[in-house]
RNA sequence: GGCCCCAUCGUCUAGCCUGGUCUAGGACGCGUGCUUUUCAAGCAUAAAACUCGGGUUCAAAUCCCGAUGGGGCCA
């Protein structure tokens, strides 16, 4: 009696609720269910499951929709509005479940509960009591239709259970073997709050069904899942799709990622300024990895490398800190332009740069000089925040390079200010070599030992960028440009003054 | 509480299926050194793990059983 699987064509799909900011998690599962999808050239599937009308909001599907692609992680089906492929959405197929669920209802394989919240809590408390697990005891499973009718007719509030046969579930898991599950501890569960009204439980089984799903890549909080919604299957006739249950993305303390400990939207991580090949590459990493040492991947690579069959069973913690060490490595391997254009934003929300101030070309330079620090984006404006200030402000300790008197560093500042005088291209290499020279020609002149250069170039770096950490002294200079270095100089000998 | 899943350095993991080549490999992080005006980056280098107990076997990280621990789901 089982329907077939109509085709062998590889089909997987996430089902989100867009119930609140899109989940790192999803993005995850999503990131899976698409190289598995791929690299077998079969189908991704992006479904919202939106049958929760109060807690559901287009504003979470539309941000689902955009960090997806921000991933660069695309579907391949849905309604197709302006060449685009929008999401499915079961809040548009009400029909559908409707005529599913009445389908349970006439072969008795589900019926009306008109239990009441207050009725269902005390016989749990009450199973528990005796140290039971809870489960509904089937008072409604034998109601006569009349009752039924009028119950209905009343306007009784009732939800619409499924039968749970007693048997035992088996079913085989990609990525853990064979599993097996005790239905009847389970209890007949709810599948409907009315016949236009499904939940979750039963939606997915119809919808995966219908949208003729070869394979669930899901995270492993459904397995316990899993065999109810194969008997909802069984009692609907359906095939049975292969499941292939994900391991956890955990807390620091292995539990499940929550937002109590860190940060869980994706769109956190967009904000914060990860890259989204950094966030891809370390996200397939947890959980998943080659069998060899090669570590950087990017998308591309993956459709062709990944292998469920190497998805590892334990969950693993998100390690915000090798996420960071990810995208610094992306951030460095960035061509210049296109990192540029990235940091543009954080710069110009941080005030600090305003439109038409520097050129593409100057703020390339500045990205430039300060990428080998960013771990994120968002540090480029206080990595770079001197570059597009007129006053520095600055402690006079801080000119200080190794408890050198005040006079000596007035007169290291002035030594610097007359190379820089003198300098006539204003070229970074120039720069620097003169600078070079000119502090091994300091020390010799103070009788500073010949290789410590700082008794120049410390006092020179601090006036230019106000910090005790930044790029070289003759980066800044270069960048700065001749007046602007020179001016920055006078100030720093006045301070020291 | 019931059921299910899981278990190698602090973390991500290789090795496990097909026991010996494991003195357990790589990466992040941490430490040290080199480079260096600073901080990064880069290079080099150290420390760091088979949860425990039984069993099988000439031989177990690897196979089996149990315990312990962690996690998830249900409520």
């Known amino acids: 009696m089982t329907k077939k699987i109509q085709q062998i064509q590889v089909r997987t799909r996430i089902a989100p609720s867009p119930t609140g900011p899109a989940h790192i998690g999803t993005a995850r599962t999503a990131l899976f269910n698409y190289l598995f999808a791929k690299q077998n050239n079969g189908k991704f599937i992006l479904r919202i499951e939106d049958t929760d009308k109060e807690r559901s909001e ?41 005529k599913y669920l009445e389908q349970l209802l006439i072969e008795e394989k589900a019926y009306y509960c008109f239990c009441t919240e207050e009725e269902l809590e005390a016989k749990r408390q009450e199973q528990m009591g005796r140290g039971l697990a809870p489960k509904y005891d089937g008072k409604c499973t034998h109601l006569s239709k009349e009752i039924v009718d009028k119950n209905i007719a009343e306007g009784k509030s009732s939800v619409i259970r499924f039968k749970v046969q007693n048997k035992k579930v088996k079913f085989d898991d990609l990525i853990r073997g064979q599993v097996e599950f005790d239905a009847s501890l389970l209890g007949d569960v709810v599948i409907a709050k009315n016949l236009s009204s ?30 109810r919604q194969i008997l909802i299957q069984e009692a609907l006739g359906f095939y049975k799709p292969i499941y292939a249950h994900l391991p956890l993305m955990l807390n620091l303390d292995k539990s499940k990622m929550s937002k109590r400990q860190g940060d869980v939207a994706i769109s956190d991580y967009h904000k914060n300024g990860y890259l989204p090949e950094a966030l891809i590459n370390f996200m397939v990493l947890l959980g998943w990895n080659p069998g060899t040492d090669k570590e950087m991947f990017t998308l591309a690579h993956l459709v ?18 090798r996420l960071d060490f990810l995208n610094g490595l992306y951030i460095r391997e960035k061509a210049i332009d296109k990192l540029t254009e990235l940091c543009i934003p954080y710069l110009k929300e941080s005030g600090l740069l305003v439109e038409g101030q520097f050129s593409q070309n100057k703020l390339q330079e500045i990205v430039e000089v ?3 620090r960013m771990k994120k984006l968002s540090e480029i404006s206080s990595l770079s925040d001197f570059f597009f200030s007129n006053k520095l402000i600055y402690d006079k300790d801080l000119l200080q390079w190794q408890k050198a008197e005040d006079e000596a560093i007035k007169e290291s500042l002035m030594f610097s200010r007359n190379i820089l005088l003198e300098n006539k291209t204003w070229e970074l290499k120039d720069l620097e070599t003169e600078l070079f020279t000119g502090a091994e020609k300091f020390n010799l002149q103070k009788g500073y030992p010949e290789k410590n250069k700082g008794y120049l170039l410390w006092p020179l770096r601090v006036a230019l960028s106000g910090k005790s950490t930044s790029p070289s002294p003759f980066e800044i200079a270069y960048i700065l440009g001749k007046e602007k270095t020179l001016k920055l100089v006078d100030e720093a000998i006045k301070i020291i003054s």
């Open 58 to 98: 287009q504003k979470w599907t539309d941000e689902i929709i955009e960090e997806l692609k921000w991933l660069g992680i695309s579907w391949d089906e849905g309604p197709d509005i302006s060449g685009e492929f929008e999401p499915y959405k079961q809040s548009q197929r009400l029909d559908i479940y409707k």
């Open 198 to 227: 499904p939940l979750y439980h039963f939606a997915v089984v119809v919808d995966d069904f219908l949208m003729q799903i070869s394979h669930v890549i899901r995270g492993e909080e459904h397995l316990s899942n899993t065999p």
């Open 304 to 321: 062709k490398e990944f292998s469920i069959e190497k998805v590892q069973k334990a969950g693993a913690v998100f390690n915000v800190q």
């Open 370 to 372: 300060s990428r080998t």
